[in-house]
């Protein structure tokens, strides 16, 4: 049975977080949007409120819709991409670094692969387009 993980897409500005994966950890070294696995019971906002505590610091104020949805490659992990308002400064807890970066260059940070796939959705390199589960998705 697939894992539920939530990936937060969060904004401010025209920037966007990402953060780099401790060594350690699957991906170690790559950067991802943050977030981690929704645990039986929990809602996206109680884990998005959960995980981005632990490893930034910060409160969730706001989760959106689920836009896009991955099997990550070689585990039973499904990471979905949903948009998440915060209040505070993340700080690195977990991860190794963290940067603001504007939408266009994100493409140019070494991503985990299904961070990657979301960019490229997201800037339409890909050919797919982002999509909400069970809805018709819309192209960037």
Request: hydrophobic share 35%; glycine share 10%.
């Amino acid at each position: 049975m697939p894992i539920r993980v939530l990936a937060s897409v969060i904004q401010r500005h025209d920037r966007f977080l990402v953060c780099r994966r401790p060594l350690h950890k699957r991906h170690g070294g790559l950067w991802e949007f943050p977030g981690g696995k929704v645990k039986d019971g929990e809602t996206d906002l109680e884990a998005a409120r959960r995980e981005l505590s632990e490893e930034l610091g910060v409160h969730v104020t706001a989760v959106g819709p689920v836009e896009l949805s991955v099997q990550d490659p070689g585990s039973e992990f499904v990471i979905e991409f949903l948009p998440v308002t915060i209040q505070g400064e993340p700080q690195c807890l977990e991860h190794m670094a963290l940067a603001w970066e504007e939408e266009g260059r994100l493409s140019e940070y070494d991503l985990a692969p299904s961070d990657r796939r979301y960019v490229e959705a997201r800037l339409g390199l890909s050919g797919s387009f982002l999509r909400i589960p069970g809805g018709t998705g819309q192209e960037p």
